[in-house]
């Protein structure tokens, strides 16, 4: 399934679908246990009432919780704070635009020609921007000759680490690389994650245990 699909049509149904069933149990949850707690025998108009209780210090916490999470300091890292809580990209975001015919033009490169500021097309479109590159390394397990280090676009992660292997074509005339990937696998692949050689190992005591 492409990342158009999964956006338009299971991204937009499973959230408020889930929601809508979280909703029902929660309602068929308290329904049920204000239930067992109705006693029959009392009046009405009786104080004793347990369920009617019940539901009244359900309503009040209920209604303390929320204001408190409302009326709390914002913070960055506050979930509530950022645009998109739910995933990567908003669910009526624009797809990615299509592969330009034109950024194919002119002679075919090498990697030694991407450079900061080339744009890497995966299948469904523009993926990300070139920030840099690194030396090979082996990373988990594997020996890679280099990376790109990118910018994701359009819902992408934030930094990619894309080996050099991935890529197909260079094209210097429009800044364009293409990868060997569709669109949606780069973490699946661990490219949003760093290379092995440029992270953080253990430290001098803990080499010394």
């Known amino acids: 399934m492409d990342a158009r699909t999964r956006q338009g049509l299971i991204n937009s149904l499973a959230v408020p679908i889930g929601m809508i069933v979280l909703t029902i149990i929660f309602i068929v949850a308290i329904g049920e246990i204000l239930l067992a707690l109705v006693d029959t025998s009392n009046a009405q108009e009786a104080l004793d009432r347990w369920e009617l209780w019940f539901a009244l210090g359900l309503a009040v916490i209920v209604i303390a919780a929320f204001a408190a999470i409302a009326n709390r300091p914002a913070t960055e890292r506050d979930p509530l704070a950022k645009e998109i809580v739910i995933g990567e990209r908003g669910f009526f975001e624009p797809p990615p635009p299509p592969v330009d015919v034109l950024a194919r033009t002119g002679p075919r490169g090498a990697i030694e020609d991407i450079d900061e500021g080339y744009t ?6 523009p993926l990300a921007t070139v ?4 030396g090979g390394s082996t990373d988990y397990g594997k020996r890679f000759s ?3 280090y990118a ?13 050099y292997e991935a890529v197909i074509a260079v094209y210097p005339e429009t800044q364009s690389a293409f990868l060997a990937i569709k669109g949606d696998e780069t973490e699946h692949f661990g490219w949003d994650k760093p290379p092995e ?7 001098s005591n803990e080499v010394g245990r």
């Open 151 to 163: 910018k994701g676009l359009y819902g992408a992660s934030e930094q990619l680490f894309i080996p």
């Open 120 to 125: 890497l097309f995966a299948q469904s479109g």
């Open 131 to 134: 920030l840099g590159k690194l």
């Open 197 to 203: 050689s440029i992270r953080r190992g253990p430290s």
């Open 146 to 148: 280099g990376f790109i």
